[in-house]
Each structure stands twice: as C-alpha cells, then as structure tokens.
C-alpha cells in the first residue's frame, strides 16, 4: 500500500532558525511530490513540486528535495519568520493513479518571535 | 492568476439531507479531484474525473457520492443522504494533464451535518 509520512507531527522553533521537515513515502515509482502549506481552517497552498526526475526545487526562502531511492523528501526553511506558522503537508504522486495524491499527515510548525 | 474556486465555503445542513458542492476548475485543465479532510485527520483522496468520467475512486466514495461536470467550468460533488460522519472540509483540485503536473486546490467547503 502507498503511503506518506511526515514527520514530526509538530515542530517549534524560533524565529530566524534555520528549519527543515521531513516526509517519506513507501513507493519508489513516484511521479512527483508535492509540498502545501494549510492555515488553520484554510485551503492548501501549493508551496513547491518536484518532479520525479527532478532532486530539487526553490523558491524564495524554501528549498524541497526528493530521494526516490530513500523514499524521502525534506522541505528547507530558511530564516523562519513568525509568519511562516502553519501546517506543512506532502503528497505524492505514484504512477499508474491518474495524478490522484496520497498526503502525509503534516506538520504544525510554529515559529515563535 | 487562474485559481479554483469552490462554493460554498460552508455549509450546515440536517443528517439525511443531500448537499452538493461546486468547483469551477482552472479553464484549461483536464484532470479533476475531490478530497475531504475529516478535522484532524490526513487529506483523504475521494475521486478523479477526466473526460467527462471517473477515473478512479477510493473506498470512500461509495454510492453515496456523485460527480458531475453538468457544464463546461462546473464540477460537482453530490452526497446523498448526509451522515454526521460526512462532516469534513472538502477540497477540490484540478491539474492539466494528471500525474506529471501541479494540482491546483480550490480553499474548500467545510460541511457540517448536524
């Protein structure tokens, strides 16, 4: 069965810190994984995609990498601010499921000042 | 920028009722989906839909549940005979062309069955 975990299920830091999250999932066959960001009571976000040929991918103040033969991906925060204080969650793509995504459970980051 | 919007945002209604929910997917993407998150819970995959049919669908989505693209923009979920299970934020996302490409999620209905 293909599933995703992210851990840990919550994480606090303080502001300025250097952060990264974790999500691993159980299948190699990964067409792509994505990273959203969830406001409590809010929609998803989409954050970054990584493609399955992919290793990395930027943008602005977050770095997402993908290791499909450690069934691991991480999402980098630099420089966290209090306003980067939410729920992070992963889902991947597998191939063969018609571009349906199985999500981690997330994680609550708070970013404290 | 091209986003997908659902109506309503919220929705309380009586146990055994029937809700529908509606989506207007990005205008020229091809792939469409439900997901529901039960509060607390994962993002649960409910059903995708491609040319005019599902594609696939989970457990979940049981006869209770219909999809419909009634027009060109609208996608729709019917759940039928509401339980107070059914209770959960559900989300809509539509993508180009499937597994390769970037899901685009609606901010969801939250639906309250009292």
């Known amino acids: 069965k293909q599933e995703v975990t992210q851990i840990p299920a919550a994480l606090s830091v303080p502001e300025g810190e250097n952060l990264v999250l974790n999500c691993s999932f159980t299948?190699?066959?990964?067409?792509?994984l994505q990273w959203f960001r969830q406001d409590p009571g809010k929609g998803l976000t989409s954050l970054l995609l990584?493609?399955?040929?992919?290793r990395e991918q930027t943008s602005g103040r977050l770095n997402a990498s993908l290791d499909k033969s450690s069934g691991r991906s991480t999402l980098f925060i630099a420089a966290s601010q209090p306003g980067d204080s939410a729920t992070y969650l992963c889902?991947?793509?597998?191939?063969?499921?018609?571009?349906?995504?199985?999500f981690g459970q997330g994680t609550e980051l708070s970013v404290k000042p | 920028e091209p986003e997908v919007t659902q109506t309503p945002s919220h929705q309380v209604t009586q146990m055994g009722q029937e809700v529908i929910l509606r989506c207007v997917p990005i205008?020229?993407?091809?792939?469409f989906y439900w997901y529901r998150q039960i509060l607390g819970q994962k993002v649960e995959f409910l059903v995708s839909?491609?040319?005019?049919?599902?594609?696939?669908k989970s457990e979940i989505f049981d006869d209770q549940f219909s999809v419909e693209r009634p027009d060109g923009s609208n996608f729709t979920l019917k759940i039928r005979s509401t339980k107070l299970e059914d209770s959960a934020m559900y989300f809509c996302?539509?993508?180009?062309?499937?597994?390769?490409?970037?899901?685009?999620f609606g901010q969801g209905t939250r639906l309250t069955v009292v």
């Open positions: 299948d190699s066959a990964i067409y792509n």
């Open positions: 205008s020229n993407h091809l792939y």
């Open positions: 996302a539509s993508s180009p062309d499937g597994g390769n490409t970037e899901a685009f």
């Open positions: 839909f491609y040319n005019n049919e599902i594609s696939e």
């Open positions: 990584i493609q399955s040929s992919q």
């Open positions: 889902a991947a793509a597998f191939y063969n499921q018609g571009g349906k995504l199985i």
